[in-house]
Structures are given as C-alpha cells and as structure tokens.
C-alpha cells in the first residue's frame, strides 16, 4: 500500500512537471510570436526576416491562442499596384491583428480595433521599408500614412472592415 501511494504521489508530480512545462513552451511561443511580429515592422529587410515571417505565419496558423479574420475590404487598403512588398505587407497585417488580440485579450472579439492595429503595424511596416529601400515608395501607402497622422484612419479602417454577417461565414 506503501509503495502504491508513493507511486501515486510521483505520477502526478510528472503529470504536474509536464504539464507545466508545456505550458511554459507554448508561453515561450506565444511570447516569441509578438517579439517576432514587432521587430519585422522595424526591420523588414534584416538577413532572417523571410524565415521569421514563415515561423510567424506557421505559428499563427497552427496556435489556438489567437485567430485573425481578413477582411478583403481592410485588406484592398493595402495596395497592389507598385508595391513590390505586397506580401510582406499583407503578412504584417495578419500579424499586427494578432498581437493586438495577443496583447488585448479583453478586446479580442473586437475585429475593427484588430484591422485597425494590422493596418497600423502595416504603415510602421513600411515606413521601416521606406527608411531602408527608396523602391518600397507608394503613393498609397503614402496616403494612409497621412490620414494616420491626420488621426482619420480609423475611420477609413472602421469604414473598409467586415460588417458582422460576413464575419460569421
């Protein structure tokens, strides 16, 4: 009876062990995830920014701890046309969503202040790029920056988002 008890007792303190180390990972992850997100917006171009996007994108849609809803609408404010940075632009909206959700767990059902803070983390995205590669220039984006600076991009952002029946496909 002895033995069983102390047999007992050290199964659920592996159990507990593993558990909290699982737990502590997924943290890690969770912790790496928006590290990872906020220097790509301020170093786009660094050496390992292509790996760190695809560990990024892997992780967001792999994780349950957060899921980004794109909006075609929010999504058509970042432009197509002579952006030759589209995809690592539409990649930090994903990712500026999610840290918003990450971060503000309390408004994570909150989808226009999460397309507002992907369009945002986008803008600091390209205002990086810009800083470092004359070819990132688009008048567009030049535009958003300036309606950001003017305090009307919500507006802009609240006016492209999702309404909700289309949230709920």
């Given at each position: 009876?002895?033995?069983?008890?102390?047999?007992?007792?050290?199964?659920?303190?592996?159990?507990?062990?593993?558990?909290?180390?699982?737990?502590?990972?997924?943290?890690?992850?969770?912790?790496?995830?928006?590290?990872?997100?906020?220097?790509?917006?301020?170093?786009?171009?660094?050496?390992?920014?292509?790996?760190?996007?695809?560990?990024?994108?892997?992780?967001?849609?792999?994780?349950?701890?957060?899921?980004?809803?794109?909006?075609?609408?929010?999504?058509?404010?970042?432009?197509?046309?002579?952006?030759?940075?589209?995809?690592?632009?539409?990649?930090?909206?994903?990712?500026?969503?999610?840290?918003?959700?990450?971060?503000?767990?309390?408004?994570?059902?909150?989808?226009?202040?999460?397309?507002?803070?992907?369009?945002?983390?986008?803008?600091?995205?390209?205002?990086?790029?810009?800083?470092?590669?004359?070819?990132?220039?688009?008048?567009?984006l030049e535009t958003l920056v300036a309606k950001r600076n003017s305090?009307?991009?919500?507006?802009?952002?609240?006016?492209?988002?999702?309404?909700?029946?289309?949230?709920?496909?």
């Amino acid at each position: 009876m002895k033995r069983f008890t102390i047999l007992s007792i050290l199964f659920i303190i592996c159990l507990t062990a593993q558990a909290s180390l699982g737990q502590s990972q997924k943290e890690r992850e969770r912790t790496a995830f928006i590290a990872n997100a906020k220097l790509l917006e301020k170093k786009p171009f660094e050496p390992n920014s292509a790996g760190a996007r695809e560990w990024g994108f892997k992780w967001l849609i792999e994780t349950d701890d957060v899921s980004v809803s794109l909006c075609t609408d929010t999504m058509k404010l970042i432009p197509e046309k002579k952006n030759r940075f589209k995809s690592e632009l539409l990649m930090q909206f994903s990712f500026g969503m999610a840290v918003f959700k990450l971060e503000n767990p309390d408004q994570k059902s909150d989808e226009k202040a999460a397309n507002l803070a992907g369009i945002e983390s986008v803008l600091r995205t390209y205002e990086a790029m810009l800083a470092s590669n004359d070819k990132a220039k688009n008048t567009e984006l030049e535009t958003l920056v300036a309606k950001r600076n003017s305090g009307e991009l919500k507006a802009i952002v609240d006016a492209a988002a999702c309404p909700e029946k289309e949230k709920n496909k």
